[in-house]
Each structure stands twice: as structure tokens, then as C-alpha cells.
């Protein structure tokens, strides 16, 4: 005990007797309880980190998704100006309907919804045009998706980047 004084006074030349004195001490266990809270503590990091890092990984893939889709987009806007309907398809309004990565465009038949359809889940864009005749495309997630795992402007259905026409 007196050494524990000491390092307070600066008798002792090695500081690990302070540190030790706030080590608890289980006895000759000690050591299989530190490594069993260590695996306890790594445990429950893996338990917050693993889907946030999945919901992460979602939302990146929907962001490439989104600016893949870009090009559609445009077309549909295009034709609907020019013919002033809506196309009848993805392929009569110039838009191919495969994307690279396993992206699937469709076109729904009432008011030009367009689905962007991964292997992660569905994104919905909804055309509507605004006080000047641009087409503002407003995205949200769709089947497979959940909110979290879309990027932040399609989670609040708030035109998506480059919407208008």
C-alpha cells in the first residue's frame, strides 16, 4: 500500500504500480474475464456496425442507379415534349430498358412512372411538370428498399438530381 503513496509522492520510478491500482483484480481469473469483455464489447460494435455498413453499401448502389438512370429520364422527357404524350413504351420514346449492373428500367402505363429495378430493390420515379414545362422527377424507394437505404433526396420524394428537363 505504501507504494501506491509512493507514486503519488514520486518515489517510485515506474508508473505501473498507479496504473495497476486501477486494474480490477478478479483473481486468477483476471485475465478470462478481460478477454471475455473484450469479446462482448467487439460483439456489440459488430451488431451497430454490420447494417449500417449494409444500409450504406444499399444506398451507394442507389446512387449509381439513380445517375444511371439519368439518360432514361431525359429520353422520356424528350418524347413527352415533342409528341406531347405519354410513350406507349420505353423502346418508342428511344430509352433502352436493360442498364449495366443488372439495372432493369420499366415504364408504368398510367402517368410515366418510371421503375428503376436492382438487385437491392426498387427506386420510383414520378414525372410532374412545373410553372415553366419542365419535367421534375421525384424519387422513392420502392419494393425491397427500405428508407434508410436510398439515398436522402428520394426519402423525402423531393426531385431527384438533374430532374428537370
Not at 449492373?101 to 430493390?121: A, K, N, R
Amino acid at each position: 500500500m505504501h507504494r501506491l503513496f509512493g507514486a503519488f509522492l514520486g518515489q517510485i520510478e515506474h508508473p505501473t504500480y498507479f496504473l495497476a491500482a486501477f486494474v480490477p483484480y478478479f483473481g486468477r481469473l483476471g485475465a478470462g474475464f478481460g478477454f471475455l469483455f473484450l469479446v462482448y464489447i467487439i460483439v456489440v460494435l459488430a451488431a451497430i456496425a454490420v447494417p449500417a455498413y449494409h444500409d450504406y453499401s444499399v444506398r451507394a448502389k442507389m446512387t449509381a442507379a439513380i445517375n444511371g438512370s439519368q439518360g432514361a429520364r431525359d429520353g422520356l422527357g424528350t418524347y413527352y415534349f415533342a409528341n406531347q404524350k405519354v410513350p406507349e413504351s420505353l423502346e418508342s420514346a428511344g430509352v433502352t430498358a436493360e442498364l449495366a449492373d443488372g439495372i432493369h428500367l420499366s415504364l408504368g402505363q398510367e402517368g410515366m412512372v418510371l421503375t428503376v429495378s436492382t438487385p437491392q430493390g426498387d427506386l420510383i420515379f414520378t414525372p410532374s411538370a412545373d410553372a415553366r414545362r419542365q419535367i421534375i422527377w421525384s424519387c422513392t424507394p420502392g419494393e425491397g428498399l427500405k428508407p434508410t437505404q436510398v439515398p436522402p433526396i428520394c426519402r423525402s420524394g423531393a426531385p431527384a438530381p438533374g430532374s428537370n428537363q
